[in-house]
């Protein structure tokens, strides 16, 4: 929410301790790799994403494996480059993404560990993309603007130059690979990775693309209510699987340094002192998301869940903006109401969604 104004108009979530310090007891802590930054970049879904399937490979093959981040972000350069051509320039061209960007480029490309694709250049420790973006669109408009005629050619030598060769195989402990034949190795299957979202502008349990300007590839969301949502999040998790996240960390009480993310009724300074929070229903949430209150800001990865001494849930989301002078070692506590709000949408393996939910969207 942007205005408190309107808070007084909403339920509330009663809480019975006005002045305690919230502490957190932890219910579910599923297994992942270590908090790193993303740095100067807007890949965060790239971050998230590498890291759920880090915890995926953990999962399935009891391995852990630091990914690559830019291998994949290097090919998608390549997809986004491709459809900003073929619409002629009409749409957006950043560095945002999804996570199913992600898995589409896996489907396609594989994926190799970190240490053999940085995307970092000699005596370089931090990723910055700062000109990245600047660099290959102007290439793109003036083949748009039929002012060259061969744009393949330079965009390919700009993100070479930036992030580096993709790498077509390594020697990994004793074996040599292509990305393809290691990603089959780990027995990660993109197909079985769907997304999920709860808006009330499309039909429950259809598939619909979600029109927000990072979905450049147009990908597809099963749309359930606000309520299964919530609770596929919570069964997945106790059930072993982690869950890629996409929401809005505009607000004021979304603060890294703290390490918290809540939705109080009325403004406050002290997000760690217990308060009560807004009760998001969905109509609320689609109000908040066509006013753009609710914006599609950043993607991380919820790997647990935890409870305060009122019983409250909170979602444990690894983020990817580094541990220093960050609460949490790096990880977010998202409040329940928060994340009824503030989601746009999840991703996660179609196992780990409720019987009862899969049903409903026709899934075998």
Same mark, same amino acid.
């Given at each position: 929410?942007?205005k408190?104004?309107?808070?007084?108009?909403f339920?509330l979530v009663?809480?019975?301790a006005?002045?305690?310090?919230?502490?957190?007891?932890?219910i579910?802590?599923?297994?992942?790799?270590?908090?790193?930054?993303?740095?100067?970049?807007?890949t965060?879904?790239s971050?998230?994403?590498?890291?759920?399937?880090?915890?995926e490979?953990?999962?399935?093959?009891?391995?852990?494996?630091?990914?690559?981040?830019m291998?994949n972000?290097?090919?998608?350069?390549d997809?986004k480059?491709?459809?900003?051509?073929?619409r002629?320039?009409?749409?957006q061209?950043?560095?945002?993404?999804?996570?199913?960007?992600?898995?589409?480029?896996?489907a396609?490309?594989?994926?190799?560990?970190?240490?053999?694709?940085t995307?970092?250049?000699?005596?370089?420790?931090?990723?910055?993309?700062?000109d990245?973006?600047?660099?290959?669109k102007?290439i793109?408009?003036?083949?748009?603007?039929?002012?060259?005629?061969?744009?393949?050619?330079?965009?390919?030598?700009?993100l070479?130059?930036?992030?580096?060769?993709?790498?077509?195989?390594?020697?990994?402990?004793?074996?040599?690979?292509?990305?393809?034949?290691?990603?089959?190795?780990l027995?990660? =299957?993109? &197909?079985?990775?769907?997304?999920? +979202?709860?808006f009330? @502008?499309?039909?429950?349990? !259809?598939? /619909?693309?979600?029109?927000?300007?990072?979905?450049f590839s147009?990908?597809?969301?099963?749309?359930v209510t606000l309520?299964?949502?919530?609770?596929?999040?919570?069964e997945?998790?106790?059930n072993?699987y982690t869950?890629?996240?996409?929401?809005?960390?505009s607000?004021?009480t979304f603060?890294?340094k703290?390490?918290?993310?809540i939705l109080?009724t009325?403004?406050?300074?002290?997000?760690?002192t217990?308060t009560?929070?807004?009760?998001?229903?969905?109509?609320?949430? =689609?109000? &908040?998301?066509?006013?753009?209150n +609710?914006?599609?800001? @950043?993607?991380?990865?919820i !790997?647990? /869940?935890?409870k305060?001494?009122?019983?409250q849930?909170?979602?444990k989301?690894?983020?990817?903006w580094?541990?220093?002078?960050?609460?949490n070692?790096?990880?977010?506590?998202?409040s329940?109401?928060?994340?009824r709000?503030?989601?746009?949408?999840?991703?996660?393996?179609k196992?780990?969604?409720?019987?009862t939910?899969?049903k409903?969207?026709?899934?075998k």
């Amino acid at each position: 929410m942007k205005k408190y104004s309107l808070i007084v108009a909403f339920s509330l979530v009663t809480v019975f301790a006005f002045s305690q310090t919230r502490t957190f007891t932890p219910i579910v802590d599923l297994e992942t790799t270590d908090v790193i930054s993303q740095g100067n970049t807007g890949t965060c879904w790239s971050f998230s994403a590498s890291s759920f399937l880090e915890s995926e490979i953990m999962r399935i093959n009891k391995k852990k494996v630091d990914l690559s981040e830019m291998f994949n972000v290097r090919h998608t350069y390549d997809d986004k480059a491709w459809n900003y051509v073929m619409r002629q320039g009409k749409l957006q061209f950043s560095q945002g993404g999804l996570g199913h960007d992600v898995i589409n480029s896996v489907a396609k490309n594989g994926f190799v560990p970190n240490t053999f694709y940085t995307g970092l250049k000699e005596n370089e420790f931090k990723h910055n993309h700062a000109d990245l973006v600047d660099s290959l669109k102007p290439i793109l408009d003036q083949y748009i603007a039929k002012d060259i005629k061969d744009w393949k050619t330079p965009v390919t030598k700009v993100l070479n130059d930036k992030l580096g060769e993709p790498t077509t195989s390594f020697l990994y402990e004793g074996k040599t690979y292509t990305p393809q034949s290691f990603m089959a190795s780990l027995k990660i =299957q993109p &197909e079985h990775y769907v997304s999920l +979202t709860s808006f009330n @502008h499309a039909p429950y349990y !259809t598939s /619909f693309v979600l029109n927000i300007p990072d979905n450049f590839s147009n990908g597809s969301f099963y749309n359930v209510t606000l309520d299964e949502l919530v609770e596929t999040t919570l069964e997945a998790l106790k059930n072993g699987y982690t869950i890629e996240l996409d929401c809005d960390v505009s607000e004021k009480t979304f603060s890294s340094k703290d390490g918290i993310a809540i939705l109080p009724t009325e403004p406050t300074k002290d997000l760690m002192t217990l308060t009560t929070e807004i009760n998001v229903t969905q109509d609320l949430r =689609q109000q &908040e998301f066509e006013n753009y209150n +609710t914006t599609d800001d @950043h993607l991380m990865h919820i !790997t647990g /869940f935890l409870k305060d001494q009122n019983g409250q849930l909170f979602f444990k989301v690894k983020n990817s903006w580094g541990t220093t002078y960050a609460g949490n070692n790096g990880y977010i506590y998202m409040s329940e109401a928060y994340f009824r709000m503030k989601t746009i949408s999840i991703l996660l393996h179609k196992d780990g969604i409720p019987k009862t939910v899969a049903k409903k969207l026709n899934m075998k």
